[in-house]
């Protein structure tokens, strides 16, 4: 039915802290009538060809893209590099993410085993990728400490919580102006459920090139403000569905995006290329 058809530009899978490996979220994401799919990982570019594997496989278009944590004004704003090209130069500046949050784990593993549960790296096997703290809370329901993810989080790994370690973050200008040398469109993630609303003329002018309007966490004010708000700045559409894993949240295609929201996205980044 090309009438359901959509795209999804902000998925994870287990390169972050997605739950499906890629060749079965493109399995889904086809599934669910979706037509391209940018698996957004937090930090990395990593598994960019099993990514672009799957989605040849699966019949779809495959966007690489990366979704780098960033601070703005001392809060954590997401920012995505869609259409980054893995193979750049610039790319290589991830590895300084990953290794950051496999520093951070450990940290986080030394304050729960201060706490009394002894855990090590081995509990959370990671086939590339980084790490995050929904790895650890898996690991710490797997070995039956916590009954549920949700627990794992109220009781240790909350932002003020006793296990948190603060991640390692891009300055906000310093993300834009990577996401653009990897080769990417600089998309400002979920500024909505991020508090960035008011903070998106500044980001303009910081030079981001698109927002990501469509979102599970915007309503349908956000989503027509954010709609409002490109068209009189000139800027770039996006959306995703921040798909993590199956009965989590919103499901891969759920948001019903637009297809034509795509040829705006890979023309900028194709001309920036250039
Ligand atoms: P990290 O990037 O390692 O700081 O982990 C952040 C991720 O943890 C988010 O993307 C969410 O997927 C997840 N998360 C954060 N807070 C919670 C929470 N209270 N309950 C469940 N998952 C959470
Ligand atoms: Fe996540
Ligand atoms: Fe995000
Ligand atoms: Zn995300």
């Known amino acids: 039915m090309p009438g359901c058809e959509s795209v999804d530009l902000h998925v994870h899978c287990v390169f972050s802290d997605g739950r499906l490996a890629p060749e079965a979220l ?8 979706v037509v391209a799919l940018a698996i957004t990982d937090h930090d990395t570019l990593g598994g960019a060809r099993e990514k672009s594997a799957a989605c040849a496989e699966n019949g779809i278009e495959c ?9 703005y004004n001392g809060r954590e704003a997401h920012l995505l590099s869609l259409f980054a090209d893995p193979e750049s130069s610039w790319a290589g500046r991830l590895e300084e993410m990953r290794l950051a949050r496999e520093r951070r784990m450990y940290e986080m593993l030394e ?3 201060s706490l009394g549960v002894k855990m090590t790296l081995g509990d959370m096997p990671l086939q590339g990728g980084v790490y995050g703290r929904p790895h650890l809370a898996r690991a710490l329901v797997a070995k039956g400490a916590v009954k549920s993810v949700k627990e794992a989080f109220a009781r240790y790994l909350r932002d003020d919580g006793p296990v948190h370690v603060a991640k390692k973050r891009f300055a906000f200008a310093e993300g834009v102006d990577l996401a653009k040398r990897m080769g990417g469109v600089a998309v400002v993630a ?3 459920v991020s508090g960035l609303l008011d903070d998106l003329g500044d980001m303009v ?12 966490g915007h309503g349908a004010e956000t989503v027509a403000r954010l709609l409002r708000f490109a068209r009189d700045r000139n800027l770039l559409v996006s959306g995703g569905s921040d798909f993590h894993a199956p009965g989590e949240g919103a499901d891969v295609g759920s948001q019903r995006i637009p297809p034509d929201v795509i040829a705006p996205l890979r023309e900028l980044a194709a001309a920036r290329r250039k």
């Not at 493109?26 to 009538?33: D, L, M, P, S």
């Open 26 to 33: 493109a399995r889904r994401a086809a599934g669910n009538n």
């Open 63 to 71: 966007v690489a893209g990366v979704e780098l944590s960033c601070e």
């Open 111 to 113: 304050r729960l085993g």
């Open 190 to 192: 979920h500024p909505g």
């Open 205 to 216: 002018g910081i030079g981001v090139d698109g927002v990501e309007a469509y979102n599970p």
